[in-house]
């Protein structure tokens, strides 16, 4: 395994790869404690990629992702990869495209243990009524990534 962590406009990041994929990116409130480890070519081009996205020269990443999870989660992640950079959608329209339409709680907790976010963007799923919702990094990394991609404009 490796790891690297390095700063941010939204603060301290980490990326973790094992083999040929990344599997974790921690986010600032989960980076205490963590070390950095041996780097790589996948971890720096992640790096690179994730820190293009914040200076909005990105907005699709082209790496190669193996997070672990469930199957239904492994189906949650990848419905969330196909939410177009700059849009949100409801936890409840996230449940009916996993094909678990009444689901909607259980696709919150898959994003709450979505082990790559921002690469795979659990941040543009919102509740029914436009409010944020919850995220494992904090609501106002949540609204300053949707700000970041000018999905929110300016609501709360």
Not at 37 to 57: M, N, T
Request: one cysteine or more; hydrophobic letters at 40%.
């Amino acid at each position: 395994m490796e790891r690297i962590l390095f700063h941010s406009p939204a603060g301290p990041l980490g990326l973790e790869a094992e083999g040929e994929g990344l599997t974790a990116l921690y986010l600032p409130s989960q980076c205490a404690g963590l070390t950095a480890g041996r780097s790589s070519p996948l971890l720096e081009e992640a790096k690179a990629q994730v820190l293009a996205y914040f200076r909005g020269e990105r907005r699709v990443f082209s790496l190669p992702l193996t997070p672990r999870g469930t199957l239904f989660r492994q189906s949650v992640w990848k419905c969330l990869r196909d939410i177009p950079y700059g849009t949100v959608i409801s936890y409840k329209e996230l449940a009916r495209r996993v094909g678990r339409p009444k689901g909607f709680q259980a696709v919150g907790q898959a994003n709450r243990f979505n082990p790559l976010p921002i690469l795979i963007p659990c941040h543009r799923v919102v509740a029914a009524d436009g409010s944020l919702g919850g995220y494992a990094g904090g609501l106002e990394l949540k609204e300053f990534l949707l700000n970041l991609e000018g999905a929110r404009n300016g609501k709360k």
